[in-house]
Structure formats: C-alpha cells, structure tokens
C-alpha cells in the first residue's frame, strides 16, 4: 500500500504529525518537495519536546524506516546537517537511514540573499515568504545554466568551475537589481561545498532507482507533501503561493514515480484554516475568534515564529484542492483547538459581485473580493485532548465531523485531538 499525505489549505495542516503516525507502517517516507520553507512538527509523547524538521522526512524518528529526499526539493545542506545533529544530540543517530537524490538542487546563500532583497524592494507588496531561498533556488533549476545540484557535491573540481561563473553574474545582478555591492566570495562559498560534500557524501544516491526496486518488491511508500496545495505554484492562490507543485499532482515529476503508484491519497486539513505570509484569505477571522484560535492552537510557525493568519473552515477551497489532487480521504487535525467556542462556521459557497461562484477563482484579486456565505453549526465546551475514540466525542463535534464530510463528499477518517501521537482518532 503506498500513501501520498498532502496538505489541502495554506500549509501547517499537520502533515507531520500524519506523516509520522503512518510511518510506523512504512516501508520508506519520502519527502518530494519544497525545501527548508517546510517545517513540520512532531510530538511522539507529552513529556518530549517536539521535534520540528524542515527537510528531514518525518519518518526519520523510526528506527527502521527509509528516508529518501528526492529530485523535487531544494536542499539546504546546513539545514540538513543541523537537524542531524540536532537528532544526534537526543539520541537519534540516523545511520544510513537518510538518502538523498543527487538530482535535488541545492540552496545556496546566495538565494536566501536574492528572497530577502526582493521581499526588502517589494515593500508592502511583498509575498511573505520565508527567506529561505526557495523560489531563487527553484528559479536557478530551471533557468539551469546557474544552477547547482547535490550531485554536484561529487565532482567539486568541477563544482568550482560552475561556481566561478555563476558567483560572477550573481554579483552583477545584485549590483544592478539592488546597488548591493558586498560581492559575494567564491571562496567561501566552496569551503561551505566541500564541508557539505564531506558530510552528505555517503547518502547521496538515484532515489529514482531506489523507488522503482522498492515499487517492484511491492514496499510500503510513504510520500510526505510540503507546503499546502493552495500554495501550489500552478494551482493556487497566485502570486501568494511557493514555487513548487505541492498539491498532490507534483508527487510525479518530483519523486521520479508515476502518482498512479499511489493507493491513498490522504488530503490534511484543520478544522479550521490557518496561512502565514500574504494573499488572500477569504474566511479570515482577523478578530476575537482569530486570535481565540491561534491562542488555542499555539498558530506560531515552525519555520519562522509569525504568527499565523487565522479563520474558519474554507470548503470551497477545500473542494477545489481536493479534487485538484484526487484525494481519497481526509485527516481532520486540531478538532480540539474548537472547544470554547460556541457556534462554529463552515464556508460553504462563495459569492462574487453578489453572484455565486461555481469554481474555486484563479485569480487573487477576484479572491480578495468574495463574500463568504456561512453555515453555522453549534460549537462545544468540553475539552476533547483525552478523546481515545469516535464516540467520547461530544455530538457538537461529531456532527461538524459528520457535516464536513457530507459537504466534502469524503471520508474524514483520521481525527487529531491534540498534537501527541496518541491524540489520534482512527474512523
Ligand atoms: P505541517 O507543516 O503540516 O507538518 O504542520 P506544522 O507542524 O507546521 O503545524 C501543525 C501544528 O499543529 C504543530 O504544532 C502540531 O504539533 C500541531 N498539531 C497537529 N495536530 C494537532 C491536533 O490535532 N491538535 C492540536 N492542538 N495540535 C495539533
Ligand atoms: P509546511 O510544509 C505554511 C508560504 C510562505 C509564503 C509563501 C511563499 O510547513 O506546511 P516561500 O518561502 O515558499 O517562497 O514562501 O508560502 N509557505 C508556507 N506556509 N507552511 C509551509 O510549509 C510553507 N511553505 C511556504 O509563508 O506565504
Ligand atoms: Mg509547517
């Protein structure tokens, strides 16, 4: 059986969480794209601090399970060496358990340099994005001649060569595009190469070839999304969105699989809806129930600490991702993070210029402008962290269950009540 977990809001679904309860059963878990954009977060019991990874697959606290980094990310190496170390330090020695495409492309400071003067000249027209360098690193892979990939980490004679050329337009471009003239140094740059090549050296492999072998003797995979699939780069909210394909239609190109090879495509969403940086953002609650609910959920990012933007469910754009996606199944996480409140509201339409929209819209602006038409339902007081089934639910919060699985037309079949492992309600 192999498994596709993918976000279907703006991010911070709690994919890891998934990712790392369904790992107990994997074979391999596979991370596919994205980069150190990505940080998910994993509490295996109450009394262990949480384990927050950006690029690490979420199955790399399983003593026996694979973890490939494939074609599709844009591969930080510091990054990736200081969550190893940051494993090592609690004890966690991964062993030859991490493999890395020698086809993903690396992240360079030169690009986290490019994502914040661009962000900087940008002003209050700016994405928000993370300052990881993610959209320059993506834009090097496909503009190719300025472009470095982990593989080039094998060859850095000819690293060096590639690097000279490409430090000498980058200093041009920074000069021209932003008067920053602080050239960057090849020298260092390589010294950062060659500490990264020493490191990574050994798990540098074709994941490709690993994953059609482990396809063939019919292995448990386990594919891990990043992002959410209306930050998709095609396919969401843009300009608002990353510059990857991280709806579930990326999993091919980015893993070197046809998706056909999935069975179950489980599509992550909270009960509610949570989005940090900007774009629109049509059921925000930039109000008394935001902030009750990002108290609540403790909706401060991962990855960069803000705040997280917060409202009610969206099932228009929840819909649309879905299908977008070819979802099967739902996890329905944070359920808990509901209670105190005592009516809930679900987007169920959405109207533009007092019309009604048929379809999710393509562009942000006309998002910006629909009014939302709401269903109420009836909220709850009870505190649902101890739940260990369906039925020690309160009605108020099986019906919303129920409800969004009616307006949804798919089965919610797993359900977080907290953020533990335990905290997980299987249907
Ligand atoms: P990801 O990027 O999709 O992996 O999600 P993040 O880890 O960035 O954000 C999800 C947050 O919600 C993390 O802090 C999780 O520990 C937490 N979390 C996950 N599921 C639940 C849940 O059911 N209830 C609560 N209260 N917290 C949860
Ligand atoms: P996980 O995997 C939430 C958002 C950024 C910004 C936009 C572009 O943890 O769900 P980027 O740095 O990618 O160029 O930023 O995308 N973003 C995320 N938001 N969760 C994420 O990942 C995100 N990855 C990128 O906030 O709005
Ligand atoms: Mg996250």
């Given at each position: 059986m192999?498994?596709c977990?993918v976000?279907l809001?703006w991010?911070d ?14 074979d391999?878990?596979?991370r596919?794209s994205?980069?150190?954009n ?6 295996r019991?109450a009394?262990?601090e949480?384990f927050a ?8 606290l399983?003593?026996?399970t694979?973890c ?5 990310v844009?591969?930080d190496a510091e ?12 004890g966690?020695?991964v062993?030859g358990n ?8 690396l992240?360079m400071?030169?690009?986290?340099k490019?994502?914040r ?5 940008l ?15 993506y834009s ?9 990939r ?7 004679d000819r690293?060096r060569e590639?690097?000279?050329?490409i ?5 041009r471009?920074?000069a021209?595009?932003?008067?920053d003239?602080e050239?960057?140094?090849v020298?260092?740059l390589?010294?950062q190469?060659e ?10 492999v074709?994941?490709?070839a690993?994953?059609?072998r ?5 292995k ?6 990043a ?5 998709d780069l ?7 969105v990353?510059?990857?394909n991280c709806c ?12 056909t090879?999935?069975d179950r495509?489980v ?9 940090v940086?900007?774009?629109p953002?049509?059921?925000e609650q930039?109000n008394?129930t935001?902030q009750y ?6 909706e401060?990012g ?8 917060c ?10 991702s879905a299908?977008?996606?070819?979802i099967t ?7 808990d993070?509901?209670?105190g ?6 987007c169920?339409?959405y ?17 910006d402008?629909?009014e939302c ?6 909220g709850?007081d ?11 639910l309160?009605?108020a ?5 129920k ?7 798919l089965?919610i ?11 997980t309600?299987?249907?």
């Amino acid at each position: 059986m192999n498994t596709c977990v993918v976000g279907l809001q703006w991010g911070d679904e709690g994919k890891g969480k998934i990712v790392d309860i369904f790992s107990g059963t994997a074979d391999i878990v596979v991370r596919y794209s994205g980069g150190a954009n990505a940080g998910h977060s994993v509490v295996r019991s109450a009394d262990e601090e949480v384990f927050a990874l950006h690029l690490l697959p979420s199955g790399i606290l399983r003593e026996n399970t694979l973890c490939l980094i494939t074609n599709g990310v844009v591969l930080d190496a510091e990054i990736i060496l200081s969550e190893l170390a940051g494993l090592a330090k609690r004890g966690i020695d991964v062993g030859g358990n991490l493999k890395i495409s020698g086809r993903a492309h690396l992240v360079m400071e030169y690009h986290k340099k490019q994502d914040r003067l661009s962000e900087e000249a940008l002003g209050a027209k700016k994405i928000g994005t993370t300052i990881r360098g993610i959209g320059p690193c993506y834009s090097d892979k496909v503009i190719r001649s300025t472009a470095l990939r982990v593989a080039d980490l094998l060859h850095l004679d000819r690293l060096r060569e590639r690097l000279e050329r490409i430090v000498e337009q980058k200093n041009r471009y920074f000069a021209a595009l932003y008067n920053d003239n602080e050239p960057l140094s090849v020298d260092v740059l390589f010294s950062q190469c060659e500490k990264w090549a020493e490191a990574l050296k050994d798990k540098i492999v074709d994941t490709t070839a690993i994953l059609h072998r482990a396809w063939k003797e019919k292995k448990s995979i386990l594919f891990e999304g990043a992002q959410g699939s209306l930050l998709d780069l095609d396919h969401g909210t843009f300009p608002f969105v990353t510059s990857s394909n991280c709806c579930a239609l990326g999993l091919g190109p980015a893993a070197g699989v046809p998706t056909t090879i999935v069975d179950r495509f489980v599509g992550v969403v909270k009960a509610y809806t949570s989005r940090v940086g900007a774009g629109p953002f049509p059921t925000e609650q930039d109000n008394e129930t935001g902030q009750y609910i990002r108290d609540k959920g403790h909706e401060y990012g991962t990855t960069t600490g803000r705040p997280r933007r917060c409202g009610w469910f969206d099932a228009v754009a929840v819909d649309y991702s879905a299908r977008i996606g070819g979802i099967t199944e739902l996890a329905l996480l944070h359920l808990d993070t509901f209670s105190g409140l005592k009516e809930l509201q679900i987007c169920t339409a959405y109207k533009y210029k007092g019309e009604k929209l048929d379809f999710f819209p393509a562009e942000a602006d006309v998002l910006d402008e629909v009014e939302c038409v709401y269903e109420t339902m009836p909220g709850f007081d009870e505190d649902l962290t101890g739940a260990t089934s369906f039925d020690d639910l309160p009605s108020a919060a099986q019906n919303y269950i129920k409800r969004l699985e009616e307006i949804l037309s798919l089965p919610i079949k797993t359900v977080g009540v907290g953020p533990g492992r335990e905290q997980t309600l299987n249907r």
